[in-house]
């Protein structure tokens, strides 16, 4: 029963994103002279990607009928906020020195333009869908070295290119000429004059292709030289760590397990040390099993989640500036596999005999949600108060909640009252004693801080160079589309998290520790701290990004990132060391 419905639920998903994203052909077509539909989008510091804020807060030629474009839910997520440029570049209408408007800038205009300009603005608008990126002035800094003597221009005269196939817009490009500027260093009242070109050019390419050379730019041979020799570096990774297990199963464990299960007189007389003599305890509940219930089913949700925006993502549902679409899927996914959460935390906690479902429930529901609601609303009222696009309207917030309500809490339920009912014993080759087993005192080395430490440098070795494309790509301008290579990564990731995890718990069983339920989610998660810690590093050494908002935006999301990378790697590291250490244990007498 449960099966048709995960599958109907996932092709729903699968066809109201392509549905979401398809580029249709027709709505493209225009005719000469037909008004092309162009939208000024936004404005910013360029070394502040979150920081942005509608076009018109800059003082701009406004028209006499401001007239916006009513956002989708995906826009308003990724701070777009469109309206109708002053630019009127009707297809196949060249235009030459075009005046948009004639103003005089008054001192706090000239005051807010000089800001911008020391900050680097850009401007941001899309002419058919396609994107237009341009600077809004320069500083002349040629021979000064007092910064107070610097000199700030704006742009006032701006030249499209715009190229065509048949019918269909292909591809436009802006540039500023240097010789027309309007000089705002000094606080005083300047005339400016906006001006625009217009040249339209046709070349051969198609109109499904228009949107290739924002792909190829992230597929350069070098990049994707890059790619491999990570991709190769991770097999090499795995390759060791499998010898190096291969080789601890063949001379040690085996013979170990050979001993054990034919020389009965010699288990029965001998005194057994090492994970031998914990075969009473190390299937024993840990304690709060319902917490770690409840991580794992928050856990395993993030996994859900990953994997299926990983295959929306080589299935070519993401395409470069689809506005949107990857926040909205995002969103949805989340809430729908709210149900794998409620079923993987109730199902596993009854397993381990738990009888207290309501307070599991409540534990998963918060535990990521919670702290992701509240940096959420901490960050939007600090947009708020900037005045940025990032801050996302009522409306948005809204339709937020209700598909909590309506979509997130009934999945999440409805997955719980599942696990409920599906109920399954916990399997466990060895009884477990009455009488818990003291643990001996353990080296520094052993302990769980240091244990931690070492098992996430591996897997974090794993996406080191993958972690930077990535982060150029959510907090800067780089453009990433090679999911196929990002998928075979994160399955390097899982299998290298895997494979540490079972390797610290052997370290522990070896040591006579039997309590290594916590242990084994925790050394898996541990990676999510490196993530962190590189974040760290990436903003002070990598970025230029500065500002209260800018810094509080990178931090707050990054540490909820982090958060959910921790729960989702422990998950994996738990389940494949209880796997370990069911068949470790299922290969010898337990009596």
Not at 469 to 496: D, M, P
């Amino acid at each position: 029963m449960e099966k048709p419905v995960v599958i109907l639920i996932f092709t729903t998903v699968i066809i109201s994103l392509e549905c979401l994203v398809q580029s249709d052909a027709s709505t493209h077509r225009y005719k000469n002279g037909d008004d092309v539909p162009f939208y000024a989008n936004k404005v910013g510091p360029f070394s502040n990607p979150s920081e942005t804020y509608a076009y018109f807060d800059l003082p701009f030629c406004q028209p006499d009928n401001l007239e916006k474009k009513k956002e989708s839910f995906g826009e308003a997520l990724n701070g777009d906020r469109l309206i109708f440029a002053p630019y009127k570049l009707e297809f196949l209408a060249d235009k030459d020195a075009k005046v948009i408007c004639k103003k005089r800038l008054t001192k706090e205009e000239v005051a807010q333009f000089r800001t911008a300009v020391a900050l680097d603005y850009y401007v941001q608008m899309y002419y058919d869908d396609l994107p237009i990126w341009a600077f809004l002035g320069k500083v002349e800094k040629d021979g000064i070295d007092d910064p107070n003597e610097y000199r700030y221009h704006i742009y006032t005269f701006y030249q499209f290119e715009i190229y065509y196939h048949k019918d269909h817009v292909i591809e436009i490009l802006v540039r500023v000429d240097p010789s027309f500027t309007a000089d705002v260093t000094n606080d005083k009242e300047v005339d400016v004059e906006f001006l625009y070109t217009v040249v339209w050019k046709e070349i051969n390419t198609p109109f499904e292709k228009r949107m290739d050379k924002y792909k190829s730019s992230s597929a350069l041979p070098h990049h994707l030289q890059i790619h491999w020799f990570s991709i190769l570096n991770s097999c090499a990774t795995i390759f060791i760590l499998m010898s190096c297990m291969g080789a601890i199963y063949l001379r040690v464990l085996r013979r170990d397990i050979y001993k054990l299960a034919q020389d009965e007189e010699f288990s029965d007389n001998q005194e057994e040390t090492g994970w031998k003599s914990l075969h009473g305890d190390v299937f024993r509940y840990p304690k709060c099993n319902d917490l770690l219930s409840s991580a794992l089913g928050c856990g395993t949700q993030m996994l859900a989640v990953v994997v299926v925006i990983l295959c929306l993502g080589v299935l070519g549902v993401f395409q470069p500036y689809d506005r949107g679409v990857l926040p909205t899927a995002l969103v949805i996914i989340y809430a729908i596999t709210s149900a794998v959460a409620g079923f993987s935390a109730v199902s596993f906690y009854h397993q381990l005999e738990g009888s207290n479902s309501l307070r599991v429930l409540l534990l998963t529901g918060g535990m990521f949600s919670c702290p992701l609601l509240l940096t959420f609303f901490f960050l939007n009222t600090v947009a708020f108060n900037y005045g940025s696009t990032a801050a996302l309207p009522l409306g948005t917030i809204v339709v937020i909640l209700l598909l909590w309500v309506f979509l997130a809490l009934p999945s999440f339920v409805l997955g719980a009252i599942s696990g409920k009912r599906i109920r399954s014993e916990f399997q466990a080759p060895c009884h477990t004693t009455k009488c818990p087993r003291e643990v001996p005192p353990q080296r520094w080395y052993r302990r769980v801080i240091t244990q931690m430490a070492m098992a996430g440098l591996l897997p974090f070795g794993v996406i080191y160079i993958q972690l930077y494309y990535i982060f150029a790509s959510v907090w800067g301008y780089r453009i990433y589309t090679i999911y196929s290579i990002l998928f075979v990564v994160f399955i390097l990731l899982l299998i290298t998290t895997a494979l540490v995890s079972i390797a610290m718990t052997y370290i522990q069983l070896a040591a006579e520790d039997h309590e290594w339920w916590w242990r084994s989610f925790l050394c898996g998660g541990s990676t999510g701290l490196y993530l962190f810690g590189y974040s760290m590093y990436y903003y002070f050494s990598r970025s230029d990004m500065n500002g209260f908002m800018q810094t509080s935006f990178f931090f707050g999301y990054m540490a909820c990132v982090s958060c959910g990378v921790f729960l989702m790697l422990g998950t994996v590291g738990f389940h494949a060391c209880l796997l370990f250490v069911r068949l470790l244990y299922g290969c010898i007498k337990c009596e």
